[in-house]
């Protein structure tokens, strides 16, 4: 499975971004998606999670601000993303996972800056 995640930008604080994670050489349905993401000098950390049944589960520090979803038809997930503020700053990943099996997209950039 490659994955390949875009969407990525500058943004002024309160902006709104979606990122996207386009898969190619298999299809998504049967995995979880999750995204994270890497701020400088940080640890990747956890946003959220999207299970092969549609179910959602989210980092307790989203507060509602973001929202994933995918789309079976597009072999896509997704990460809609409200309320920007400089925090947010970081490289953005998408990850597929099932069992032992696990997929990282190249990660795109978010810059949440006026």
């Known amino acids: 499975v490659q994955l390949q995640a875009s969407g990525g930008g500058l943004v002024p604080p309160g902006g709104s971004l979606r990122l996207s994670c386009e898969a190619s050489?298999?299809?998504?349905?049967?995995?979880?998606m999750d995204w994270y993401r890497q701020g400088v000098g940080e640890q990747r950390e956890f946003i959220a999670s999207i299970s092969n049944g549609n179910g959602a589960t989210y980092a307790d520090w989203v507060k509602g601000r973001f929202i994933i979803s995918r789309d079976y038809v597009k072999n896509e997930a997704f990460l809609q993303m409200t309320s920007l503020t400089p925090e947010d700053t970081g490289v953005y990943y998408c990850n597929a996972h099932l069992l032992e099996e696990s997929y990282w997209g190249q990660g795109t950039q978010v810059t949440v800056s006026s």
């Open positions: 050489g298999s299809t998504l349905s049967v995995y979880h």
